[in-house]
């Protein structure tokens, strides 16, 4: 659209001690094609005991600060209230935005029932697992894009996710994936949550695959924890709605995680009776070594199955400590060498 009728937005980040890339990030969101007059930038450094606070003051940013650290939840709580755009974006501290991004995002909302817009993520770096996560990503975004069709898109990233400002409520403080459950509350109320593809963003891959199954894991925990809070959204009278969160959430980040041990321990007692329980075995025994394989070698060529191995592996371990309550809103960023 024109700039004229751009809404005007506000650009929130809740910033745990990034002090080595706020500046830049702050850099990033006025590089975008945007009217300047028309965008509000606000950062949240609650429990930061660096220089992040300081630095995204001396930008002329808004920024929020108190010593107590209570989780992005809380932070996004506290800073909801100062937006003063028709439009919130949330986005990471981490990651950069394509000069078009929030326009892109911006665009949806000239669609009246359009609650929530969720960006599109890329990754980059070298080796398996940088090939593994962007594989994922790569499917994700085309199952998104069918589901968008229908406005039905199931979860956003944190990377860069837009909601109308006026739709918001303040999160329960126990939640612990803010994105995923801002998406379940507007479509909850009848909106359509909608897939920008155009709006790209991007940032490394983490340092270590230790480090990447533990940010897995968070994400899995809170899937699980949004997924039986809104249960009710599975249900055949929201039509595309229960269709997208059945097949999207419930089977893909529950059911099937925890069917796969299953699903081995039996090809594994049959194969003495049964040819294809032979066959299902050997195919799974395959999969695995490779898997680890690619662990082990971080090889490009072993990368699909060694991100099958870690997604289902880490959705095991985050319903596991979202049901034992192992998994508070707090929670440790993974390391990543640069600015995104």
């Given at each position: 659209?024109?700039?004229?009728?751009?809404?005007?937005?506000?650009?929130?980040?809740?910033?745990?001690?990034?002090?080595?890339?706020?500046?830049?990030?702050?850099?990033?969101?006025?590089?975008?094609?945007?009217?300047?007059?028309?965008?509000?930038?606000?950062?949240?450094?609650?429990?930061?005991?660096?220089?992040?606070?300081?630095?995204?003051?001396?930008?002329?940013?808004?920024?929020?600060?108190?010593?107590?650290?209570?989780?992005?939840?809380?932070?996004?709580?506290?800073?909801?209230?100062?937006?003063?755009?028709?439009?919130?974006?949330?986005?990471?501290?981490?990651?950069?935005?394509?000069?078009?991004?929030?326009?892109?995002?911006?665009?949806?909302?000239?669609?009246?029932?359009?609650?929530?817009?969720?960006?599109?993520?890329?990754?980059?770096?070298?080796?398996?697992?940088?090939?593994?996560?962007?594989?994922?990503?790569?499917?994700?975004a085309?199952?998104?894009?069918?589901?968008?069709?229908?406005?039905?898109?199931?979860?956003?990233?944190?990377?860069?996710?837009?909601?109308?400002?006026?739709?918001?409520?303040?999160?329960p403080?126990?939640?612990?994936?803010?994105?995923?459950?801002?998406?379940?509350?507007?479509?909850?109320?009848?909106?359509?949550?909608?897939?920008?593809?155009e709006?790209?963003?991007?940032?490394?891959?983490?340092?270590?695959?230790?480090?990447?199954?533990?940010?897995?894991?968070?994400?899995?925990?809170?899937?699980?924890?949004?997924?039986?809070?809104?249960?009710?959204?599975?249900?055949?009278q929201r039509?595309?709605?229960?269709?997208?969160?059945?097949?999207?959430?419930?089977?893909?980040?529950?059911?099937?995680?925890?069917?796969?041990?299953?699903?081995?321990?039996?090809?594994r007692?049959m194969?003495?009776?049964?040819?294809?329980?032979r066959?299902?075995?050997?195919?799974?025994?395959?999969?695995?070594?490779?898997?680890?394989?690619?662990?082990?070698?971080?090889?490009?060529?072993?990368?699909?199955?060694?991100?099958?191995?870690?997604?289902?592996?880490?959705?095991?371990?985050?319903?596991?400590?979202?049901?034992?309550?192992?998994?508070?809103?707090?929670?440790?960023?993974?390391?990543?060498?640069?600015?995104?």
């Amino acid at each position: 659209p024109p700039d004229d009728e751009l809404p005007a937005l506000t650009v929130l980040v809740a910033a745990l001690n990034e002090e080595a890339v706020i500046g830049e990030k702050i850099s990033d969101i006025r590089k975008q094609r945007y009217p300047i007059d028309k965008l509000q930038i606000v950062v949240v450094a609650d429990g930061s005991t660096d220089e992040t606070p300081r630095i995204a003051e001396e930008l002329g940013v808004d920024v929020l600060w108190e010593p107590e650290r209570r989780g992005k939840t809380a932070a996004i709580n506290r800073a909801m209230p100062i937006a003063s755009g028709d439009i919130t974006c949330l986005t990471d501290a981490n990651c950069a935005l394509d000069p078009g991004a929030l326009s892109a995002v911006a665009a949806h909302f000239a669609d009246p029932n359009v609650g929530i817009v969720s960006g599109a993520k890329t990754v980059f770096g070298s080796g398996g697992r940088a090939a593994g996560e962007s594989l994922y990503w790569r499917i994700e975004a085309m199952v998104k894009s069918a589901e968008s069709e229908l406005g039905v898109t199931m979860g956003a990233p944190g990377e860069l996710l837009g909601i109308r400002t006026a739709l918001f409520r303040p999160i329960p403080e126990d939640i612990i994936n803010d994105d995923f459950y801002l998406t379940c509350d507007v479509l909850d109320r009848g909106y359509a949550a909608k897939y920008a593809g155009e709006a790209m963003t991007s940032e490394r891959t983490t340092e270590s695959a230790r480090g990447e199954f533990d940010r897995r894991t968070r994400v899995a925990a809170g899937t699980w924890q949004s997924c039986f809070r809104f249960a009710h959204l599975g249900s055949p009278q929201r039509g595309w709605v229960a269709l997208s969160f059945i097949s999207h959430r419930i089977l893909r980040n529950v059911a099937v995680p925890a069917m796969l041990p299953l699903i081995w321990a039996l090809s594994r007692s049959m194969r003495r009776t049964s040819r294809a329980a032979r066959v299902l075995d050997r195919a799974q025994q395959f999969a695995y070594a490779a898997a680890i394989a690619g662990f082990v070698t971080d090889a490009r060529a072993f990368a699909p199955f060694s991100e099958f191995l870690l997604l289902n592996a880490a959705q095991l371990m985050g319903g596991f400590r979202w049901t034992t309550g192992r998994q508070t809103p707090l929670w440790n960023k993974p390391t990543r060498s640069t600015w995104a």
